[in-house]
């Protein structure tokens, strides 16, 4: 006779909860032939078979880590006309940097007026949904502002997160959940963008005084 040991260890993963580049979990479920006999037992037999199963859900590390599909660079961009010089936007871009970075961490490390660019780099802390919540992390970023007549274009690249599972800044591209996690980071791009947004906004109506 066939020991319920033996066929824990034919479990056979069928179903993929999560995925991702370091680490994955799937679910293990014996084969549809092994089901019935002990499904349809009473007592301790069952009771191990039901124990055994749920502790497998979460041994399958790493399993499917080869079909994960790569995640291409990400990056934020966000163009918009506005009625106001190229000097303008610059002027108010050097200043939404010094007012939203006040950090030590966050400097601007390229600046150049004639040609309207700032290059700097910031972080800001965000959540993501996790297995069974949000997580808090943190993030750091390239930022690129490019000015000119009656435009402009702010750029967040090179992104990188941390959170209290980790010992480093990685980028967001190499998340266990990529997916969640740039969807997180995204979401507090925009409460930035949209700050730069406003500010600039602001500078415009000043200019129309």
């Not at 990056?75 to 006309?81: A, G, I, K, N, P």
């Not at 961490?105 to 949000?134: L, M, P, R």
């Not at 980790?166 to 925009?190: C, F, K, Q, T």
Request: glycine share 6%; with cysteine; hydrophobic share 40%.
């Amino acid at each position: 006779m066939v020991s319920l040991h033996d066929k824990i260890q034919d479990l056979t993963p069928i179903f993929v909860v999560d995925g991702g580049s370091e680490s994955n979990y799937c679910v293990l479920l014996p084969h549809d032939q092994y089901l019935g006999p002990f499904l349809n037992r009473k007592g301790a037999m069952q009771s191990t078979l039901a124990t055994s199963l749920f502790a497998a859900v979460f041994i399958c590390f790493n399993a499917v880590s080869a079909l994960a599909e790569p995640v291409p660079p990400f990056s934020h961009v966000t163009v918009e006309d506005v009625d106001i010089s190229k000097g303008e936007i610059y002027i108010a871009a050097m200043d939404w940097m010094t007012e939203t970075f006040r950090s030590s961490k966050s400097v601007i490390e390229f600046e150049d007026k004639e040609a309207g660019v700032i290059v700097g780099k910031g972080n800001a802390d965000f959540g993501y949904k996790f297995v069974f919540g949000t997580t808090d992390a943190n993030a750091k970023f390239k930022i690129k502002i490019e000015a000119k007549d009656g435009r402009y274009r702010l750029t967040f690249s090179n992104v990188t997160f941390r959170d209290s599972m980790m010992s480093e800044h990685v980028p967001v591209e190499l998340a266990n959940r990529p997916d969640n996690v740039i969807s997180g980071v995204s979401a507090r791009l925009d409460q930035i963008k949209d700050s730069f947004v406003d500010h600039v906004r602001k500078a415009k109506a000043g200019s129309d005084f």
